[in-house]
């Protein structure tokens, strides 16, 4: 049996641990990078035979008390540990692909009464299926049908969008692996994961560490080909009965970029 997402996970988190982080001596000659396998065994109080079958896909069925071991010997956070658990008891794609991929009138509806707020809704395969005119004017790859995480990576024009491209795509990634936790074997998922993987550099890097992160909101700044600088705040809701995305992005109030956000939503609506 070949390597699962459970192992891959247990490695990269491993290797990103120092001897010296988990109380251990460093000691000399160390082949590997971060924890040895064993060192890992030894801390969750679990046998190294155990805990290799564990890595290789051998075992994938852990109880929780061994889990719990796990999520405290690789010094795991609440979005780590919650991330572990869903890899480890993947829910079935059947479930997910009985869900509709469309947004409720009601959805519709919310985000286009929101004149000065940029709203679109995310699929669970990260396509958008609804958006409301801001959001279109904020960029095309908000519009329905497209894939902003794809063209995060891989549109040219998303470097110049983003002034802090770096920064976005640093914390988008860690979000989308806990998005997609259980569920990365879907075939529109994994297809997307592997045309990043091979086309992005950036995605292929930020992927191999397994960060993951739970939520994904604060300040970002855009550079807008007609109105300028925009320092505008985001905010990433996931809808429990959907899995859906809704995303949206606003101006503070007071802030240098409100009229220049509001000018660009009388646009939208004119357009519109």
């Known amino acids: 049996m070949g390597t699962t997402s459970l192992?891959?996970?247990?490695?990269?988190?491993?290797?990103?641990?120092?001897?010296?982080?988990?109380?251990?001596?460093?000691?000399?000659?160390?082949?590997?990078?971060?924890?040895?396998?064993?060192?890992?065994?030894?801390?969750?109080?679990?046998?190294?035979?155990?805990?290799?079958?564990?890595e290789q896909g051998r075992d994938q069925h852990p109880s929780d008390q061994?889990?719990?071991?796990?999520?405290?010997?690789?010094?795991?956070?609440?979005?780590?540990t919650a991330y572990l658990e869903a890899i480890a008891r993947p829910t079935r794609s059947a479930s997910r692909k009985a869900l509709a991929e469309k947004v409720s009138p009601h959805m519709q509806a919310l985000i286009d009464g929101w004149p000065t707020t940029a709203a679109y809704v995310q699929g669970r395969r990260f396509t958008v299926?609804?958006?409301?005119?801001?959001a279109v004017a904020l960029t095309?790859?908000?519009?329905?049908?497209?894939?902003?995480?794809?063209?995060?990576?891989?549109?040219?024009?998303?470097?110049?969008?983003?002034?802090?491209?770096d920064e976005m795509t640093a914390r988008?990634?860690?979000?989308?692996?806990?998005?997609?936790?259980?569920?990365?074997?879907?075939?529109?998922?994994?297809?997307?994961?592997?045309?990043?993987?091979?086309?992005?550099?950036?995605f292929?890097?930020?992927?191999?560490r397994h960060d993951v992160k739970v939520r994904d909101d604060g300040p970002t700044t855009f550079v807008h080909p007609h109105v300028g600088p925009l320092d505008l705040r985001f905010q990433k809701f996931v809808l429990p009965e959907s899995g859906q995305l809704l995303v949206t992005y606003h101006a503070e109030p007071g802030s240098p970029s409100e009229d220049p956000f509001?000018?660009?939503?009388?646009?939208?609506a004119g357009t519109h």
């Open 172 to 202: 988008t990634v860690p979000f989308m692996r806990s998005v997609v936790a259980g569920h990365e074997g879907e075939p529109e998922v994994a297809a997307l994961i592997g045309e990043l993987s091979l086309r992005s550099e950036r």
């Open 140 to 165: 095309r790859h908000f519009a329905l049908g497209a894939s902003p995480i794809r063209a995060a990576f891989l549109a040219p024009d998303m470097h110049t969008l983003y002034r802090d491209w």
């Open 7 to 54: 192992g891959e996970y247990l490695r990269a988190r491993r290797a990103q641990l120092r001897p010296e982080d988990v109380g251990l001596p460093a000691g000399t000659r160390r082949r590997v990078e971060g924890l040895r396998r064993e060192e890992v065994a030894l801390l969750a109080g679990i046998s190294p035979e155990y805990y290799l079958r564990l």
């Open 129 to 134: 299926l609804a958006a409301n005119p801001l």
């Open 204 to 208: 292929r890097t930020l992927w191999a």
């Open 262 to 268: 509001r000018i660009l939503a009388a646009l939208a």
């Open 66 to 80: 061994v889990l719990a071991s796990l999520a405290g010997a690789l010094r795991l956070d609440a979005d780590g």
